[in-house]
């Protein structure tokens, strides 16, 4: 019932980005105007000045195929075991070609190898026929989300005017997140491609395009998953009537994947709110016939065009106006009760939520309109929003919950690791001056139902040719470093990851 109203609450929102960005980058313009028209209360933005050049965390590096070992410094917990494996862009250029966008770069994979307390690394960039293409020609042939690849310019002339008449390729560089379906791990991005990948030793395998099993033209790079394995995605579609969201169910077992959600229906009610932008979502859960969903908001819709390279790349002042201009996110509560009837009263709060100040609101035409709730503190502006938002998902996820963890951003990147406490709306922060912590990974401590009882991972790397890059690990429940693992070896900072215990 979740994945029914969720997807009929995002096809009804007045603006919202949910994953697609390839299409929304071409509205950002028309999104910018229309929020500027809109009254309605924005989050006060504090306004930085001085920020250290952080170029060298976005400009290309050499793979390190072979496990290097980390130098570890305090102590990781002897039952943490497995692989942290992370993905995003490592390579900026072919040839005299650059890319113009963060979201272009080559996929570079990392992995973090975790057993008895020792910790080793290994990256490779990821094979895929964009990278290959690319290669061969030393020059970029495959357009990306803010790159457009140019014509040949060893084609004559009428070669030239022939592949106009050519479909573009599409591009595999699948360089947002890992996902798994079937037992088996894939890098996945927002078009229809994914790429499977052996996860010990970082080699592709397979290249899945999601179109040849549902007629779906991409799906996002964040599935969910039920404690039984079955997965859940959400892809879009366009035909003779405008373009759809579709709802993509991929069962545990290893059977046909072009099996369709059984007896999936929408429910009745239009769910509105004012416009925002959302690229990652908390959680959700239903509650007293309602359905409380979670998410990343910003007001402004600038975010995709700020983070051009030459903008991330700058220094100075130059540097300080970009930070200064892009939106923050902040964690909103909505609450879309399920059971709407023609006989509910116009203009009551539907909601029966004593906990949450979240509204739904039906008005005389039938629409019902939302307003969310702040889950942060006043607190949580000072350190420039939150973004990556994880959980305890194992234990959590599509439950009630209180924590959630996040990156900070005090700077473009996230520059502090934060734990948010939603019922007592607390925050707990780490921060270390001159480094970038990734997107965090909780892991469960083995016997504990507790929460936050379990560890925090998350890759720290820094611009100072001078330091070394750690994988850290940080005590859930207090935030306190437990260890970290030292390792020689330049990183660009990446999306996103996820553990997978061994």
């Given at each position: ?387 990556f938002p994880q959980i305890n998902y194992g234990q959590f996820s599509g439950k009630k919950y209180r924590f959630f963890y996040g990156c900070g951003f005090r700077h473009l990147v996230g520059d502090s690791l934060i734990k948010v406490d939603v019922v007592n709306k607390t925050l707990t922060i780490w921060r270390e001056d001159g480094f970038y912590p990734s997107e965090p990974v909780f892991v469960p401590a083995p016997g504990t139902r507790e929460e936050d009882g379990g560890v925090i991972l998350s890759v720290v790397i820094t611009p100072d040719q001078n330091e070394n890059n750690f994988l850290l690990v940080l005590d859930a429940k ?25």
């Open positions: 019932m979740f994945s029914q109203t969720f997807l009929h609450f995002v096809s009804n929102l007045s603006t919202i980005a949910v994953g697609f960005l390839s299409v929304v980058v071409h509205w950002i313009p028309v999104l910018k105007k229309y929020m500027e028209g809109t009254h309605q209360k924005k989050a006060v933005f504090h306004k930085r000045e001085r920020l250290p050049c952080i170029a060298p965390l976005l400009t290309t590096v050499e793979e390190m195929p072979q496990m290097v070992s980390a130098q570890v410094r305090g102590q990781f917990p002897e039952w943490l075991s497995g692989y942290l494996l992370r993905i995003g862009p490592g390579k900026f250029e072919f040839g005299k070609d650059e890319y113009s966008h963060w979201f272009d770069g080559m996929a570079l994979l990392h992995q973090f190898r975790m057993e008895k307390g020792t910790v080793t690394y290994r990256s490779k960039f990821l094979q895929s026929d964009t990278y290959k293409a690319n290669s061969a020609h030393d020059r970029i042939v495959i357009s990306e989300f803010g790159t457009l690849a140019l014509p040949d310019p060893c084609k004559n002339v009428f070669e030239r005017f022939m592949s106009k008449f050519e479909l573009p390729a599409i591009t595999d560089n699948t360089n947002v997140n890992y996902v798994q379906y079937k037992g088996d791990y894939y890098v996945s991005t927002e078009t229809n491609f994914m790429n499977k990948v052996d996860i010990k030793t970082l080699e592709k395998t397979e290249k899945v395009d999601w179109s040849k099993f549902i007629a779906v033209n991409g799906a996002t790079a964040h599935p969910h998953y039920d404690p039984d394995g079955t997965a859940y995605n959400m892809g879009n579609s366009y035909g003779p009537h405008g373009s759809c969201y579709n709802v993509i169910q991929i069962p545990p077992e290893k059977v046909d994947l072009g099996e369709t959600v059984h007896g999936a229906q929408l429910l009745p009610g239009m769910y509105y709110t004012k416009p925002f932008v959302t690229f990652h979502q908390i959680n959700a859960f239903e509650d007293q016939g309602c359905v409380v969903i979670d998410l990343c908001c910003q007001d402004d819709g600038r975010s995709l065009e700020v983070y051009q390279l030459q903008n991330l790349r700058k220094a100075g002042e130059g540097l300080d106006q970009v930070y200064n201009s892009v939106g923050r996110s902040f964690p909103r509560r909505f609450v879309l009760p399920l059971h709407v009837s023609l006989n509910d009263p116009e203009g009551e709060n539907l909601s029966p939520l004593s906990y949450s100040s979240a509204s739904a609101v039906k008005h005389a035409d039938g629409k019902i309109w939302c307003a969310y709730e702040n889950l942060h503190p006043e607190d949580l502006e000072e350190e420039g929003g939150v973004e207090n935030f306190e470093e437990l260890g970290r693992a030292e390792v020689p070896v330049r990183m660009p900072y990446g999306f996103h990851g996820t553990f997978v215990a061994t």
